[in-house]
C-alpha cells in the first residue's frame, strides 16, 4: 500500500518541503526567486486565474445549457447532438489550440478572406487577436466543457419528477423551474464539474504556450529549462500545487449534501418536444460546441494530412507511434494492478491507514502533470545518485541513470499521475460485488488471494479493462510530464505535435495529431454506449 502512494507522496513532500522553506535570499537561487517574486510572479497568478474565470464561466455556460436542453426537450437533430457533445473530449487542448492559431493569425485562411473579400489589403483594420488570454481561454473551454456536461446532464436526467411536477402546478414555467428547482439540485454535480474543469485549466501547458500567455505552467518549464534554475522552479509549482489543492477542497466542498436530495425518477423521462423558434435556438446551441470543438479541427487536420502530413510517414513515425503505445501500454497495466490492489486492500480493511495510503495515491490526478514531474525529479535524482555509488563502490559496476532521464522515470510520472482513474473505475465495479460473495468463498476455506483471483477478478474484467484503456489514452496525450521526464531523443506523438506546431508546421504536426484524435474516440465512444444503455430514450 505505501509503495503504490509513493510517486505521488514523493512529489508533494518535495513541493511542500519547498514552499514553506524558503531559498536562502543571500544565494543565488535566492536572488533568482526573489528577481522571479518581485517581476513575473504577479503575472502568472493574474493570468492563471483570470484563465480559470474565464474557462470555467465559459465551460459552464454551455456544458449546463446544452445539459439542460438534451435532458428535457426533443429538437431537431437532438438524438445526434446529444452523444455527439461529448467528442471534444477526444481532442486534446493543444491540438485544437494549434488549429485555431493557424486559422485565425493574420497571415491565416480567416484573416486573408476577409482582407480579400473587403478589399482590406492596404488598409487597417482590428481583428481580435487568438494568440491572448481570451483565446486561450475560449480554445480550453471548447474542449473541457464536456466534463460539466456529463455529470450535469445526469443530475438533470435523475432529478425526481415531483420536484419539476410540483413547481409547475404552483405556476411556474420552464425558465422558473430551471433555476428554483433543478440546478440548486444539481449544484454538487455541476460544482463537480467546474472542479474538473479548473483543474484541466490549471494544468494545461500547450495551449497557453503556444499562445503566448504566461501561467505557472509555463513559468516553470521555462525557469526550469530556459534559466536552469530547479530551486526557483521548485518555488513555482509549490504554488501552483497549493492553488490546485484549494480547488481539491472546494470541490469536496461543494458536493456536501449531495445524498440528500432527491434523485429517483419514479416515472420515466417525458422530453419536452420544442417547435418553431425555440427548437431552432435548441439545435444550435447544442450544435456550435459539436462543431468548434471537434469538427471544425478534425476536419482542418485531416485536410493537412491528406495534402501534406507528417514526412516521416514511412521512415521513422513507426518508431514514434511506437514509444507512445510502449509508454502507454506500460503505464496502463501498471495502474489497473495498483488500482484492483488498492481497492481490494480497502475490501479487506478499511482502517485509517489503508484509507490515507489510498488517498494519498489518488491524489495525483489533481496535481498537474508538470508539477509532478519536477517534484519527482528531485528525489529520482538523488535516487539516481545513492544507487550509481552503490554499485561503484561494492561492485565496481560503472553507470548512468537508472531512472532519471530514462522510460523507467516517465511510466513513474504516468502511474502517479493517472492511477486514479483506473482506480475510480476499478473502485464502482469493486462496490457492485456483495459481501456475501466474498464471506461464502472464505467460509469454503479459500484465501484472500483466491477470492481475488475466482471471483473478483472474472467479475470485475470489464471495469478493469476501462480503466486500462482510460489510462492508456490519458498517457497518449499527456504533454508537460512527458517534455520533462523523457529520454532524450525519444518522441512521442504529443511531444512531436509540440514540437511541429512550435515551429510553424502544423501541417506536419496534422498526422500525429490525427493519430492522437482517433486513439481517444475509443474511451468517448464507451462513454457514449455507457450512457445510453443507462438512459435509454
Known amino acids: 500500500m505505501l509503495l503504490i502512494a509513493i510517486p505521488v507522496a514523493l512529489p508533494i513532500g518535495v513541493l511542500l518541503y519547498s514552499l514553506f522553506l524558503p531559498l536562502d535570499v543571500s544565494s543565488e537561487s535566492g536572488d533568482v526567486w526573489v528577481h522571479i517574486r518581485q517581476t513575473v510572479l504577479p503575472t502568472y497568478l493574474y493570468n492563471t486565474f483570470a484563465l480559470m474565470a474565464l474557462v470555467g464561466s465559459v465551460a459552464t455556460i454551455i456544458g449546463v445549457g446544452t445539459a439542460w436542453l438534451s435532458a428535457n426537450f426533443s429538437f431537431p ?13 477526444a481532442a486534446p487542448a493543444y491540438v485544437v489550440g494549434y488549429v485555431y492559431a493557424d486559422l485565425f493569425e493574420f497571415a491565416g485562411p480567416v484573416q486573408g478572406f476577409l482582407r480579400t473579400a473587403f478589399d482590406l489589403q492596404g488598409g487597417e483594420y482590428y481583428f481580435p487577436s487568438i494568440r491572448s488570454l481570451g483565446g486561450a481561454g475560449f480554445v480550453i473551454a471548447l474542449v473541457l466543457y464536456p466534463y460539466i456536461y456529463l455529470l450535469a446532464r445526469s443530475s438533470f436526467m435523475q432529478q425526481s419528477v415531483a420536484l419539476h411536477e410540483t413547481a409547475r402546478v ?20 455541476i460544482a463537480g464539474g467546474i472542479a474538473l474543469v479548473l483543474m484541466e485549466t490549471v494544468a494545461d501547458y500547450g495551449v497557453v504556450e503556444h499562445f503566448g500567455v504566461p501561467t505557472f505552467t509555463s513559468g516553470i518549464f521555462r525557469t526550469w529549462y530556459a534559466m536552469g534554475e530547479h530551486s526557483a522552479a521548485l518555488q513555482l509549482a509549490g504554488w501552483l500545487f497549493v492553488i490546485v489543492a484549494l480547488l481539491v477542497v472546494a ?5 456536501r449534501g449531495q445524498h440528500f436530495n432527491p434523485v429517483s425518477r419514479s416515472t420515466p423521462t417525458e422530453l419536452v418536444p420544442l417547435t418553431g423558434v425555440k427548437a431552432i435556438g435548441a439545435t444550435i446551441t447544442c450544435t456550435v460546441p459539436v462543431l468548434l470543438g471537434f469538427v471544425l479541427p478534425f476536419a482542418v487536420l485531416l485536410n ?22 510502449y509508454v502507454a501500454g506500460i503505464a496502463a497495466i501498471l495502474c489497473a494492478l495498483a488500482a484492483l490492489w488498492l481497492n481490494y486492500a480497502q475490501r479487506l480493511r ?21 508539477v509532478l514531474a519536477v517534484g519527482l525529479l528531485v528525489p529520482l535524482t538523488f535516487l539516481d545518485r545513492a544507487l550509481s555509488g552503490f554499485l561503484r563502490d561494492n561492485f565496481e559496476i560503472v553507470g548512468g541513470l537508472f531512472i532519471t532521464g530514462t522510460v523507467a522515470g516517465l511510466i513513474f510520472v504516468y502511474v502517479a499521475r493517472f492511477l486514479t482513474v483506473a482506480y475510480n473505475s476499478s473502485h464502482m465495479g469493486m462496490a457492485a460485488l456483495h459481501y456475501n460473495l466474498d464471506a461464502a468463498a472464505r467460509s469454503l476455506g479459500a484465501t484472500p488471494s483466491r477470492v481475488l483471483s475466482a471471483i473478483h477478478l472474472p467479475l ?3 471495469a478493469v479493462l476501462t480503466g486500462l484503456l482510460l489510462v492508456f489514452i490519458d498517457v497518449m496525450k499527456e504533454l508537460p510530464a512527458t517534455l520533462i521526464m523523457r ?13 511541429l506546431a512550435a515551429d510553424e508546421r502544423l501541417a506536419e ?28 430514450e
Open 77 to 89: 437533430l437532438s438524438k445526434i447532438l446529444t452523444p455527439a457533445l461529448v467528442l471534444p473530449l
Open 170 to 189: 404552483l405556476g411556474a414555467d420552464s425558465k422558473r423551474v430551471f433555476w428554483r428547482v433543478a440546478l440548486p439540485v444539481a449544484r454538487p454535480a
Open 251 to 255: 470541490e469536496q466542498f461543494a458536493r
Open 304 to 325: 493537412h494530412a491528406l495534402l501534406e502530413g507528417d514526412p516521416m510517414i514511412g521512415k521513422g513515425f513507426s518508431e514514434l507511434l511506437f514509444n507512445s503505445v
Open 350 to 370: 478499511a482502517s485509517t491507514g489503508v484509507k490515507l495510503a489510498v488517498r494519498t495515491a489518488t491524489l495525483g490526478y489533481a496535481i498537474p502533470g508538470m
Open 460 to 462: 470485475l474484467r470489464p
Open 487 to 499: 529520454p532524450f531523443n525519444f518522441e512521442t506523438l504529443a511531444t512531436r505535435v509540440f514540437r
Open 509 to 536: 504536426a496534422s498526422t500525429a495529431a490525427l493519430s492522437i484524435i482517433l486513439l481517444s474516440l475509443i474511451p468517448t465512444v464507451m462513454i457514449l454506449v455507457t450512457k445510453s444503455m443507462k438512459n435509454p
